[in-house]
């Protein structure tokens, strides 16, 4: 008899997932732990493992576990070209997640800055146009992202539909639905601190034939797409701490 699928959230041991951007791999480690097996995953960093290990030192436990459980861990990895990855490029998966993508942190901008927001927005542009070809059949998209200001201006939906990636599900991301996941902040400043997740949503992209529901006579969104404030704790009142310098 073969091995019961198990699900956490949107994700299923049954799935073949590809994680991006990974700080100290504990999504990925939670995700294994929820399966019980890794072996249908496909978990990467951006950097070398000698700089993973000295930048995000809490990776150690999760890339132990991760390795125990049988996942491919690749380093090196840039999402703004993996499609032509040689480990990657011969690969299919059902779900590519790439959560709270960011360009990186500069002593001199804050996350206002339209500088920065130019930076975002080409890391994003980039990752979507690599990512069709890796899809298989039905495959999708996710990106974990905060919606509100200044985030919402990345405008990340008009990015991948540039891509010809279609929005096809939007729902609230809630960091205690994923025990053991630590958000990093990336880059060169603080890099294995977190940062606040609020107003923090799932987008779920697919491309244009998986989404004939997605859009009711009237041109409406549809009931998929769930943009409730209070599902992913967001205010009205202005976002604060987060133009400081770091």
Not at 4 to 32: M, T
Not at 72 to 79: I, M, P, S, T
Not at 164 to 173: D, I, M, Y
Request: glycine share 6%; hydrophobic share 35%; charged share 25%.
């Amino acid at each position: 008899m073969g091995r019961k699928e198990r699900w956490i959230q949107h994700y299923s041991s049954s799935q073949k997932i590809l994680l991006v951007g990974e700080g100290d791999f504990s999504f990925s480690a939670c995700l294994a732990r929820a399966f019980g097996s890794a072996t249908n995953m496909v978990a990467t960093s951006p950097h070398s493992e000698d700089t993973l290990r000295t930048i995000h030192w809490t990776c150690e436990p999760h890339l132990e576990d991760l390795e125990r459980r049988g996942c491919l861990v690749v380093h090196e990895v840039d999402v703004c070209d993996m499609d032509r990855h040689p480990t990657l490029m011969s690969m299919k998966f059902d779900v590519i997640i790439f959560n709270f993508p960011h360009a990186g942190h500069f002593s001199w901008l804050c996350e206002r800055d339209n500088m920065l927001i130019v930076r975002h927005k080409k890391l994003l542009q980039a990752f979507f146009d690599s990512v069709g070809a890796m899809l298989t059949g039905g495959g999708e998209v996710h990106v974990a992202h905060r919606d509100d200001d200044p985030y919402s201006e990345w405008k990340i939906v008009e990015l991948a539909e540039k891509a010809g990636l279609n929005l096809k599900e939007k729902v609230g991301f809630d960091k205690a639905d994923y025990p053991g996941y630590h958000n990093k902040r990336g880059g060169e400043i603080k890099c294995n601190k977190t940062f606040p997740l609020k107003c923090c949503f799932t987008f779920k992209f697919s491309l244009p034939e998986n989404t004939a529901q997605m859009i009711d006579n009237d041109n409406q969104t549809s009931e998929t797409v769930v943009d409730d404030a209070k599902t992913a704790n967001c205010s009205e009142e202005p976002v604060q701490n987060i133009e400081y310098k770091v």
